[in-house]
């Protein structure tokens, strides 16, 4: 019985831990819904001009949060009615 307490104990906490960790499109909507317009065009920028490395270097989870977070941006870019972004 107490084997079975352990095991379920530890199947909660990790199943508890993935599931917070991952951040959807709705939470980085809200934590990038302050910055202004220019805040969100340089993120993005910055964004695009380090994707390659970190998309190079990232494991399958880490490649989906990194589509989360720019899929984020862009549509607060689309929502605020920002001038569209200069290509560098």
């Known amino acids: 019985m107490l084997i079975f307490i352990r095991t379920l104990l530890l199947i909660t906490f990790i199943v508890f831990s993935i599931s917070s960790s991952a ?10 819904s ?4 220019t805040g969100l065009e340089s993120r993005i920028n910055s964004f695009e001009k380090q994707s390659s490395m970190m998309l190079s270097n990232a494991s399958k989870r880490e490649k989906e949060t990194l589509k989360r977070e720019y ?3 862009n549509k607060l870019y ?5 001038h569209k972004r200069n290509s560098r």
Do not use: M, W
């Not at 689309?78 to 920002?82: A, F, R």
């Open 78 to 82: 689309k929502q605020k009615n920002c």
């Open 71 to 73: 899929k984020a941006l």
């Open 34 to 37: 302050l910055l202004p317009c």
């Open 23 to 32: 951040l959807t499109i709705k939470h980085y909507t809200q934590q990038y």
